[in-house]
């Protein structure tokens, strides 16, 4: 258990520390600014009802996982080769350090990393809504609706960014991945042969549905209220579940290819 924390405490300190990332993440902040969440103007702040907060809480988050979640995909892509290239991964091998507790003690850190900006933003969010007059209980619903929606987002997107770098280019799988994430998750299937209306999205416009009574342009059909929280928890299940898998793959990737070195 120390060896776990101990790499996850060394990584997560490098990845957060990078000036690129925060670079990038600020240059999302001024695109979003503070106009990511719209209340309904016909009615004071200090009255919305729970079910409005709900609302423009998965609203929020579904919007902000189109920039962010792709960014924290593509600042990941490069944190597990970078052992390889810069020989950290052969010291490692010497000490008594298993590759199971590195892979995990790795994801964890580089997930908490790239999470880290959108977590910032949206608790300065929440905090200049709450002063400016809106329910101090939005804070605590806008935390769940980031626990809920980006945070399933990022552990699937960071399981794929660490593990395909590892047989294809960095730069090639985030060329890749810029291109699955809008096709995958944000083309309207009808109209365009795509995954984004199977529950294989990380979007989270299933848990927005079903659970914050969001109606993202995803959604064609209105289905009933059990129907559409049945599909969000499938669609947690589903990617989570597919992390366990990605990070078992990546076990296998590392051994074949400490064993062909």
Same mark, same amino acid.
């Given at each position: 258990m120390s060896q776990f924390f101990g790499v996850l405490r060394h990584e997560f300190k490098m990845a957060v520390k990078r000036p690129g990332m925060w670079v990038a993440y600020g240059l999302l902040y001024i695109f979003y600014g503070f106009s990511v969440i719209q209340f309904d103007s016909s009615k004071s702040i200090s009255n919305i009802t729970i079910s409005e907060m709900l609302n423009t809480a998965g609203e929020t988050m579904f919007i902000l996982n189109m920039g962010m979640v792709l960014l924290g995909g593509i600042l990941s892509a490069?944190?597990?080769?970078?052992?390889f290239r810069l020989g950290v991964r052969e010291l490692q091998q010497s000490s008594p350090l298993k590759l199971s507790t590195y892979i995990l003690a790795?994801? &964890?850190a580089v997930l908490s990393a790239v999470i880290t900006p959108m977590f910032i933003y949206i608790?300065?969010?929440?905090?200049?809504?709450?002063?400016v007059g809106a329910p101090i209980l939005f804070a605590?619903?806008?935390?769940v609706a980031f626990a809920a929606i980006a945070l399933p987002a990022y552990?699937?997107?960071?399981?794929f960014s660490l593990a395909c770098p590892m047989f294809i280019p960095v730069r090639v799988y985030q060329v890749l991945f810029i291109?699955?994430?809008f096709w995958g998750n944000y083309l309207n299937p009808?109209? &365009?042969?795509?995954?984004s209306g199977t529950l294989l999205v990380p979007s989270g416009k299933y848990v927005l549905f079903g659970f914050f009574g969001g109606m993202s342009s995803m959604v064609t059909n209105i289905i009933p209220l059990s129907q559409a929280r049945l599909e969000a928890v499938l669609n947690l299940l589903l990617l989570f579940g597919i992390v366990v898998l990605v990070l078992v793959a990546t076990r296998f990737i590392l051994r074949r290819k400490v064993q062909r070195s």
């Open positions: 490069d944190r597990m080769t970078r052992d790795k994801y &964890f608790l300065v969010l929440a905090l200049i809504v709450v002063v605590g619903i806008i935390l552990a699937f997107v960071v399981a291109g699955y994430w009808s109209a &365009f042969p795509t995954i």
